[in-house]
C-alpha cells in the first residue's frame, strides 16, 4: 500500500448524495486507476486517467466522475446516480513504462 | 481484448502442503501476466509478474508461478503452505498491451488449514 492513501477508509452515504473518494500517490507515477470490488466479481475497472487532465472511461463508468488536475491526485466522486454505490473502492497508479500497478488501501462506501 | 480465468472460486490446503492456485489467459500476442493477494479489507499487493524469459517465476513470500504457453495457464505455486497465505488471490492480464489497465480474474480465495 505504501505510496498509495486513500480516504476515507470507511464512508456511509445517504441515498440521493454525491461523495469523493480520495486517492493520492506520491510515488511520482504517470498513470492512476479507479476499480470496484463486489463479492465474487473480482475487480472492475472505472476510470483511468494515463496523464494529467486527461482520463478515460472504464467498463462501469455510469454514475461515476473523476478530474485529474494534478499527477498526484485522481478523485473519484460516485453520484446519485450510481444505483448501486455500496462496495469496496480501489485506487492504483504505475509508471508510464511500467507493467504492475499499485494499489491503495481501498475505501468502504456503504449506501444507508 | 484480453482476459483471464480462475476456474476455482476457492482452495483449501493444509498447512506444510503445497498449494496450487490456478489461472488461464486468452490473449494476442505475447502475454504480460500477473499475480496479486488481498488480505481482508486491504488492497491488492503484487506478488510476481511473466513478462518473457523462464517459465518459472519467482516472487514474494515464497510464491511462484509457472507460465506453460500450451496451456495458457500461469497457475501460482507454493511448496509449503502457511496459515498466513490465507488470502484473496487474483490473475491479471493487461486488457489490450502492456501500458493499459489491468484485467483481473475473478479471483481464488485460499484457506490453510492448520
Known amino acids: 500500500d505504501g505510496g498509495i492513501t486513500q480516504s476515507p477508509k470507511y464512508l456511509f452515504r445517504k441515498e440521493g448524495q454525491n461523495v469523493t473518494l480520495s486517492c493520492e500517490q506520491n510515488?511520482?507515477?504517470?498513470?492512476m486507476y479507479w476499480y470496484r470490488q463486489d463479492p465474487g466479481q473480482g475487480l472492475r475497472l472505472i476510470y483511468y486517467?494515463?496523464?494529467?487532465?486527461?482520463?478515460q472511461k472504464g467498463d462501469i463508468a455510469e454514475g461515476y466522475s473523476v478530474s485529474r488536475e494534478k499527477k498526484e491526485s485522481f478523485p473519484l466522486t460516485v453520484t446519485s446516480a450510481q444505483k448501486n454505490p455500496t462496495a469496496f473502492y480501489l485506487c492504483?497508479?504505475?509508471?508510464?513504462?511500467?507493467?504492475?500497478?499499485?494499489f491503495g488501501p481501498g475505501t468502504r462506501l456503504t449506501v444507508l | 481484448a484480453q482476459s483471464v480465468a480462475q476456474p476455482e472460486d476457492q482452495v483449501n490446503v493444509a498447512e506444510g502442503n503445497p498449494l496450487t492456485v490456478k489461472c488461464t489467459y486468452s490473449?494476442?500476442?505475447?502475454?504480460?501476466l500477473f499475480w496479486y493477494v488481498q488480505y481482508p479489507n486491504r488492497g491488492l499487493q503484487f506478488l510476481l509478474k511473466?513478462?518473457?524469459?523462464?517459465?518459472l517465476v519467482k516472487g514474494s513470500y515464497g510464491f511462484e508461478a509457472e507460465f506453460n504457453k500450451s496451456q495458457t495457464s500461469f497457475h501460482l505455486k507454493k511448496p509449503s503452505a502457511l496459515v498466513s497465505d490465507s488470502a484473496l488471490y487474483f490473475c491479471?492480464?493487461?486488457?489490450?498491451?502492456?501500458?493499459?489497465?489491468?484485467?483481473f480474474g475473478k479471483g481464488t480465495r485460499l484457506s490453510v488449514i492448520a
Open positions: 492504483a497508479s504505475k509508471i508510464a513504462s511500467g507493467n504492475e500497478q499499485f
Open positions: 510515488l511520482n507515477h504517470d498513470a
Open positions: 486517467s494515463q496523464i494529467v487532465n486527461d482520463f
Open positions: 490473449v494476442s500476442g505475447n502475454p504480460y
Open positions: 511473466y513478462i518473457t524469459g523462464d517459465n
Open positions: 491479471a492480464v493487461p486488457f489490450y498491451s502492456g501500458n493499459t489497465p489491468l484485467v
